[in-house]
């Protein structure tokens, strides 16, 4: 069983940064990829971005890409977001996620560990 534990979370300005950070409690298959999802207050859950475990391949949801980077340790048991320029819709719990492929950590259903989530609150 591997647990995720998510920190960096705040409550920060419109247009400051912030990092948020993941550690995974070991290494398996389904740590492969690890990656970041939010919930914002009456909102489905959203894929923000993952990447594999030596960080060759990433990916960023769209609309973020430019203001969101996402990274991972070497030996790979942490997983980063950079999040720069934060708009007030960029307030939600943002959950660390584990999966053993990219099209797997993409779909909620499919994701094999999830963290307990790290409040992000952006004010105007």
């Known amino acids: 069983q591997i647990q995720l534990a998510e920190s960096g979370g705040g409550t920060v300005q419109a247009g400051d940064s912030l990092i948020l950070s993941c550690r995974a409690s070991?290494?398996?298959?389904?740590?492969?990829?690890m990656g970041w999802w939010r919930q914002a207050p009456g909102k489905d859950r959203e894929f923000v971005a993952a990447?594999?475990?030596?960080?060759?391949?990433?990916v960023v949801k769209a609309s973020e890409k430019g203001r969101f980077t996402i990274s991972r340790d070497n030996p790979g048991n942490i997983v980063s977001l950079q999040m720069n320029n934060l708009k007030p819709d960029d307030t939600a719990v943002y959950y660390c996620a584990a999966a053993g492929a990219l099209d797997r950590i993409r779909v909620p259903t499919s994701v094999d560990y999830w963290g307990k989530g790290t409040l992000v609150t952006v004010s105007s």
């Open positions: 990447t594999s475990w030596d960080g060759g391949l990433s």
């Open positions: 070991g290494r398996s298959r389904s740590t492969v990829f």
